[in-house]
């Protein structure tokens, strides 16, 4: 089994490797399985492989499942029938969503894969003799991190799901489903048991689950903890100002300038605790927004070769937040017309139209699908992601990382435990207006005082694209209620919506997995 499993992971294992690991040039995947792990640098290589597992997360996957279901983005049909593709992001948007729905399979797999890939790995990294005792504990910690922000995940978004936790010998292993309470008990003693031996939060440490990862993580099951209806016997909101407070204390800093947490070199940022790493020479699970999102003529505005998909955009309602004085608004969506950067002149698209970004979003009446209300807009409509900028040069792969927690969060985080635990209201507010003052420049915007709704609101001012809608959502009692009213495309407002269904796929692997109440059993 060994063997099997060193040969799967070895198509990663030459991507890009995060900065805290090292490569040679040796060719992993020739090696026979059971004396992977002999040396330092393949073991080096094997974390690195397990930090490359985070690239399935976003922006693909997982950022469709948070985003769409939520009230930030929907990948709505275009003219012609592009992006309709069975009806999967209809059902995101509408919470018509199956078993079968491709975004919801695709997700499991890759939480899953990266699970296993862990596990194997934490037992190569045990068993190997190449480690010092203290190497050893640290990148131990290091991949039951990672293993552990993938458990949370898929008990965030399905509640209900396998907890296997060690690397097995047997061919194959079919574990049925934990209940959530026990998946989140195992997860708070896993993260509390790690945490300080993860690796220091440096940034030679970049993209690692460091110190500081750990204690978000914590943090974040305990801020929902009441939204995933688990119970504890702690104060849940106090632990949560607890671990952010020892997050803040790390050495992390809000960068002055808020676009420097999304450019090409946001390696560099003070304010990133948990990264994916993406490389532009990545040629697997790459940092593709700029195809999930901008027009296919988008590339000459910019003066670009690369080839995009027009594919998500913003719900309107969610950019209508926006006041048009704030920074991020501008840097965060790409709106109206676009122009040649050769000739200035403005870009025509193939089907005539100006190309004109609108925020709204159109539904082309009679060209509705299934009997429901969810037709096709117009190519072109749509407000775009450009929170982390396209380089001019870029062709297939960003540059850019994706920051999973970084700083701006946390403090966030605090202010909304402050008020829901009735802690001091004066220091929530002053944890918001940081974030502010820091977007605008100024303390000009700055509140007096601030309720729920004020951390709601700066929370999705802030974290557009990122995936923390779906959870946010929940979180803040508002799932049911998409930005896009236009549409006449009413959610399903059910309760047991609020868990994704297992995935028929995986099901017909492990026909131990039991479905989550409110679907068809399978």
Not at 198 to 217: I, M, S
Request: charge should be negative.
């Amino acid at each position: 089994m060994r063997n099997k499993i060193i040969y799967g992971m070895a198509a990663w294992l030459f991507l890009a490797m995060p900065s805290c690991v090292d490569l040679t040039e040796t060719v992993y995947d020739k090696l026979p399985g059971d004396t992977f792990g002999s040396t330092e640098t393949e073991v080096n290589a094997l974390v690195g492989n397990i930090h490359n597992t985070l690239k399935t997360y976003w922006p693909n996957n997982f950022f469709y499942l948070s985003e769409n279901s939520g009230s930030m983005a929907v990948t709505p049909t275009r003219l012609g029938g592009d992006w309709y593709d069975g009806g999967q992001y209809r059902d995101l948007y509408m919470h018509t969503w199956t078993s079968q729905t491709s975004c919801i399979k695709n997700s499991w797999e890759a939480a899953t894969s990266a699970i296993g890939a862990c596990n194997a790995a934490i037992q190569i990294i045990q068993d190997s003799e190449a480690l010092t005792d203290e190497q050893r504990t640290e990148k131990e910690a290091d991949v039951r991190g990672i293993r552990a922000f993938w458990i949370y995940v898929m008990m965030d978004f399905w509640g209900n799901v396998p907890l296997l936790t060690e690397y097995s010998s047997t061919d194959k292993v079919f574990p049925d489903c934990t209940p959530r309470q026990e998946v989140f008990d195992w997860l708070v003693e896993e993260v509390r048991e790690i945490a300080d031996n993860c690796p220091a939060p440096t940034q030679e440490n970049y993209a690692c689950f460091t110190q500081g990862a750990a204690y978000t993580l914590l943090a974040k099951l305990f801020l929902n903890a009441d939204a995933w209806g688990v119970t504890t016997s702690e104060d849940n909101y106090a632990l949560v100002v607890d671990y952010c407070d020892k997050v803040m204390a790390m050495g992390y800093s809000l960068e002055p300038v808020w676009s420097d947490n999304f450019s090409t070199s946001n390696n560099n940022s003070k304010e990133a605790i948990f990264a994916c790493a993406f490389s532009a020479n990545d040629t697997e699970n790459t940092n593709s927004m700029y195809a999930n999102t901008l027009h296919y003529k988008d590339n000459l505005a910019f003066g670009a070769s690369f080839g995009a998909n027009n594919g998500v955009c913003a719900q309107p309602g969610y950019v209508k937040l926006f006041p048009d004085d704030d920074p991020r608004k501008a840097a965060s969506f790409l709106i109206g017309k676009q122009y040649n950067a050769s000739t200035g002149e403005i870009i025509i698209t193939d089907h005539g139209y100006e190309l004109d970004h609108t925020i709204d979003l159109t539904i082309i009446p009679g060209t509705e699908y299934s009997g429901s209300n969810w037709g096709a807009v117009n190519q072109h409509d749509g407000a775009r992601c450009q929170k982390w900028p396209y380089a001019q040069d870029l062709v297939s792969a960003m540059e850019n990382d994706f920051h999973i927690f970084r700083l701006a969060d946390v403090y966030l985080m605090k202010a909304e435990a402050l008020l829901r635990g009735g802690g001091s209201a004066n220091e929530a507010t002053e944890l918001v207006n940081a974030i502010r003052s820091r977007a605008y420049g100024n303390a000009d915007h700055n509140y007096s005082s601030v309720t729920l709704n004020e951390v709601q609101l700066e929370r999705r001012l802030e974290l557009a694209w990122e995936a923390t809608s779906r959870q946010d959502d929940i979180r803040f009692g508002c799932f049911e209620t998409g930005m896009w009213p236009e549409s006449n495309c009413e959610r399903a407002a059910d309760e047991y919506l609020k868990l994704m269904p297992v995935s028929q796929d995986a099901w017909q692997v492990n026909p131990n997995l039991t479905q989550n109440p409110g679907y068809p059993a399978f």
